[in-house]
């Protein structure tokens, strides 16, 4: 392993780890203080069969390319393996609203973590997942169980007053952007989703002829901020060229606003899908054109007569 490769595994886990404890933070606050809707269990089921589904399909693939699975090794490497499934767990429980029953939520998790190992796309000589797991799975849901939605974005902040109201949304853009910044290093991309959001806004506006400012009030919530800093900028399905991380993130705010156009609700979801499909289409493009390049076609040696080949 080159020193490059040890700085961006540990760069990565440096990001999954604060990841891990802003988003559970998050969840224990909004269950005790902010005002979450959904029950307890819904968490902690998700959390569940994440854990469950990330162990059983790590096995199994060991088992076919017959080496160790990577969680062995103690605890602290469990937990470490663990952490993507945690962010994904309770983001899913935290985003979905599926009134009082547990298995749709479940459902997402488990689509979210499947998705991981099932839908893969060829990078630099391997492969890697192309949609963000829990981007993904909240997206089937929604598609597969049409009373399942999501979480109403005032329950961020339902219970907070006065400068409180400011602090937690003022709170999660500066860690957002220290963990962007340092771990993922996808400003770029956040910059253009950003801008792009609001460039598609001004556009419907002036198309519609309706106030820019409802166009743009998304952009106030918590929910987006959220989205925008822990979902969008998944560092594992979005590229790491800053062009082509600009080129993603106002590929995501286009196709929002070609959605909301459409009358495509929960359009957030659906357009980073979307998009992912798109780039993990194009991986599968260029590696078959690179595949079938003059450059890399092999052509046998000549055989010598009167001499063996070798």
């Known amino acids: 392993?080159?020193?490059?490769?040890?700085w961006s595994d540990a760069r990565r886990l440096g990001g999954l780890r604060r990841f891990a404890v802003a988003i559970t933070l998050l969840n224990l606050l909004g269950h005790t203080l902010l005002g979450f809707e959904q029950s307890w269990a819904q968490p902690l089921v998700s959390l569940a069969t994440a854990y469950c589904m990330e162990l059983l399909?790590?096995?199994l693939d060991a088992w076919g390319q017959q080496r160790p699975?990577?969680?062995?090794?103690?605890?602290?490497?469990?937990?470490d393996f663990l952490l993507s499934a945690h962010i994904t767990a309770l983001a899913v429980a935290m985003l979905l609203y599926a009134n009082d029953r547990l298995w749709p939520v479940?459902?997402?998790?488990?689509?979210?973590?499947?998705?991981?190992?099932?839908?893969?796309?060829?990078?630099?000589?391997?492969?890697?997942?192309?949609?963000?797991?829990?981007?993904?799975?909240?997206?089937?849901?929604?598609?597969?169980?049409?009373?399942?939605?999501i979480a109403p974005p005032y329950q961020f902040t339902e219970n907070l007053y006065g400068l409180l109201d400011w602090l937690l949304p003022a709170l999660i853009i500066v860690t957002g952007t220290f963990v962007n910044a340092?771990?993922?290093?996808?400003?770029?991309?956040?910059?253009?989703?950003?801008?792009?959001?609001?460039?598609?806004?001004?556009?419907?506006?002036?198309l519609l002829h309706t106030p820019?400012?409802?166009?743009?009030?998304?952009?106030?919530?918590?929910?987006?901020i959220l989205y925008t800093f822990y979902m969008v900028t998944d560092p594992a399905t979005t590229p790491s060229a800053p062009w082509a991380q600009m080129a993603f993130g106002a590929g995501v705010a286009l196709t929002y606003g070609l959605l909301l156009l459409c009358h495509v609700?929960?359009?957030?979801?659906?357009?980073?899908?979307?998009?992912?499909?798109l780039r993990g289409l194009g991986l599968y493009a260029t590696a078959l054109y690179t595949r079938q390049s003059p450059g890399n076609i092999a052509i046998p040696e000549p055989v010598m007569l009167g001499r063996p080949s070798v």
Not at 265 to 277: D, E, I, K
């Open 1 to 6: 392993m080159t020193a490059i490769d040890t």
């Open 57 to 59: 399909l790590e096995l």
């Open 69 to 79: 699975p990577r969680f062995l090794g103690g605890w602290r490497r469990l937990i």
């Open 106 to 149: 479940a459902f997402a998790a488990a689509v979210a973590i499947g998705s991981k190992f099932l839908l893969r796309a060829p990078v630099d000589g391997r492969t890697r997942h192309v949609f963000s797991p829990s981007n993904f799975g909240i997206t089937i849901s929604l598609l597969v169980f049409p009373w399942v939605g």
């Open 182 to 206: 340092r771990f993922t290093q996808r400003l770029p991309l956040i910059a253009a989703w950003v801008g792009g959001f609001a460039l598609q806004a001004v556009i419907r506006s002036m």
């Open 212 to 224: 820019a400012t409802a166009a743009l009030l998304p952009m106030t919530g918590v929910a987006f």
């Open 265 to 277: 609700v929960f359009g957030l979801f659906f357009a980073l899908t979307l998009v992912c499909a």
